[in-house]
């Protein structure tokens, strides 16, 4: 076992609510059964290899903070190898059942594209080779098209078409190397697929370039038989001033004008709603009343900042409701959490980056304990389902189902002599509910 800054810690267990260790888990019992299944199944966390292992610290206000020693461990394949070692740790310390990762988070790139593709596939086995001896999975796997310069106008959306070649040769490389490592998902999400500006941009040759992109990557997906999903992640802005793939309708539209609704499904995170000026729960049951819900970003955004903060979540109520739609779409598998967060500028050392993953993992499977809970106890259904209770009648059933035209529904309601009368919403009754369950100790 190569000795790296996370060697010396053990794995973390599962200590119960009344632990003192702040290194154990309160919350997160991974194999206590909930609906059938254990919660490790059900939550299916996930480390993401870009924050916790390239983040360094920096912003754009200054310099790296965060020591990683990976980066001085020789040429850039030795140091990708270093920092792999770090991660395979890192994921053994957590005894989370999945990581995620960009291509150029795990390879160093190059001049040239086979050479980039060289470096790849080199830790690419590299990979494989670590699975072996850990029991750490691949969640989904994705590409950097973003970082680069080459990428500063788009990637499928990039007015040069040399551009589009090289995405398509990264994404098929990277889609290959997700089957190979036996990922559920491969993801896409578009960094800069947007604009900066109207007046240089020709929207309508953008949206086409980026349907086009798409279609290929399903088609791809079919021919070399990859079985997971292929999911694209809505996020509104930031480092564009607008991006095509704005929050989940927008998305799911997008896929309908392409023919991809149903070979498509989101990737969605807390801090992208958030600058949709969203909650994280709405995106979740647009997606899942679309049939659209494949995996979620966990992390939170900070409402006095406009940009993406990307820090761990400690929101118990926006996660709870979250979580309530999450099992009421049936779930995440093939998805799951990916814990795509990063620690703060101070916090610098390895011991930082555990505690930040432990208090995410805790917190996200309190909600879910006691999302099922509220789900099993049945009143918060009881008083949606009477609030839509008039459409159970077979005349309400006769309109919805499309059998009255509108002046036959006309002459029904002056037949009925109807005269609605407003009636409660009960949202304070609802709120107060879910308060005492939510904040409650028994779970």
């Not at 909930?34 to 199944?41: S, W």
């Not at 086009?212 to 997906?221: A, D, G, P, S």
């Not at 996200?364 to 009477?386: N, W």
Request: hydrophobic fraction near 40%.
């Amino acid at each position: 076992m190569p000795d790296t800054i996370f060697s010396s810690f053990k794995t973390v267990a599962y200590e119960g609510p009344a632990s003192e260790n702040p290194l154990s888990y309160r919350w997160y019992d991974p194999d206590r059964v909930v609906n059938g299944k254990p919660l490790k199944d059900h939550l299916r966390f996930a480390v993401a290899y870009w924050h916790s292992l390239n983040m360094q610290g920096s912003d754009p206000f200054g310099g790296p903070t965060i020591p990683r020693p990976w980066f001085n461990a020789g040429d850039p394949i030795a140091q990708a190898k270093a920092k792999a070692n770090a991660a395979f740790e890192l994921f053994r310390v957590l005894d989370f059942p999945f990581f995620c990762w960009h291509d150029a988070d795990i390879a160093p790139p190059a001049d040239t594209l086979a050479e980039t593709l060289k470096n790849f596939h080199t830790m690419v086995d590299y990979l494989e080779e670590k699975m072996r001896s850990y029991s750490t999975r691949l969640l989904w796997g994705t590409a950097n098209l973003f970082s680069h310069p080459r990428f500063m106008a788009g990637a499928s959306t990039n007015p040069d078409p040399e551009v589009f070649a090289w995405c398509a040769a990264t994404v098929k490389n990277c889609l290959d190397a997700t089957k190979r490592l036996g990922g559920s998902n491969y993801v896409l999400w578009g960094g800069r697929e947007g604009y900066e500006t109207l007046l240089n941009t020709d929207m309508k040759q953008e949206l086409e370039q980026m349907g086009r992109f798409l279609t290929m990557v399903v088609e791809y997906k079919h021919k070399i038989g990859f079985k997971g999903q292929i999911l694209v992640e809505p996020k509104p802005k930031e480092p564009t001033a607008h991006q095509y793939d704005f929050d989940v309708a927008t998305v799911y539209s997008f896929l309908k004008r392409f023919n991809l609704e149903n070979e498509v499904k989101l990737n969605i995170e807390a801090n992208h709603a958030l600058l949709a000026g969203h909650t994280f729960e709405h995106e979740i049951a647009t997606a899942a009343s679309l049939n659209a819900l494949g995996s979620l970003d966990i992390n939170r955004g900070d409402p006095l900042l406009g940009w993406d903060t990307d820090q761990f979540p400690n929101d118990l109520w926006s996660m709870t409701i979250s979580m309530i739609h999450v099992i009421k779409a049936g779930g995440l598998n093939p998805g799951g959490c990916n814990f795509d967060a990063k620690v703060r500028r101070q916090s610098f050392t390895p011991e930082d980056l555990i505690h930040a993953h432990v208090g995410g993992a805790d917190l996200c499977a309190r909600a879910f304990l006691t999302a099922a809970k509220i789900i099993e106890d049945g009143r918060l259904d009881k008083i949606v389902s009477d609030r839509y209770a008039g459409w159970k009648s077979s005349d309400a059933q006769a309109i919805f189902s499309g059998k009255k035209s509108l002046d036959e529904l006309e002459k029904w309601a002056l037949d009925k002599n109807i005269n609605p009368q407003p009636r409660s919403g009960r949202q304070e009754e609802i709120e107060n509910l879910l308060v005492r369950q939510i904040y409650s100790d028994k779970i």
